[in-house]
Nanobody, 123 residues
Framework: QVQLVESGGGLVQAGGSLRLSCAASGRTFNNYAVGWFRQAPGKEREFVAAIAGPWSGSSTYYKDSMKGRFTISRVNAKNTVYLQMNSLQPEDTAVYFC??????????????WGQGTQVTVSS
């Protein structure tokens, strides 16, 4: 089992930045890819970005529309994955979730999920 806890959400004005954290505990974290997803009210959950574990080269994978504004990274010594979000817009308002899976960083196939953290961007 892998337990995931997100933090760092909050209220920010349009054009601002936030950094979300996903802290993992449980099994060896280095073998796991971690992805970030978001779900806005009334919409389906959407893939944002993912990063592979160091054993898989820590490669990253982004949804095309997120490239350039969002950056995913990880500090393995802290069992933590981050999502840096810049130039936030009201349409980025959503609950953001992190998830983990063994193997490559991909937009689907995740086995473990956190509870989510709310991000609200005001205009």
């Amino acid at each position: 089992q892998v337990q995931l806890v997100e933090s760092g959400g909050g209220l920010v004005q349009a054009g601002g930045s936030l950094r979300l954290s996903c802290a993992a505990s449980g099994r060896t974290f280095n073998n796991y890819a971690v992805g970030w997803f978001r779900q806005a009210p009334g919409k389906e959950r959407e893939f944002v970005a993912a990063i592979a574990g160091p054993w898989s080269g820590s490669s990253t994978y982004y949804k095309d529309s997120m490239k350039g504004r969002f950056t995913i990274s990880r500090v393995n010594a802290k069992n933590t994955v981050y999502l840096q979000m810049n130039s936030l817009q009201p349409e980025d308002t959503a609950v953001y979730f992190c998830a983990a899976k063994e193997g490559a960083a991909r937009p689907s196939g995740y086995d473990y999920w956190g509870q989510g953290t709310q991000v609200t961007v005001s205009s």
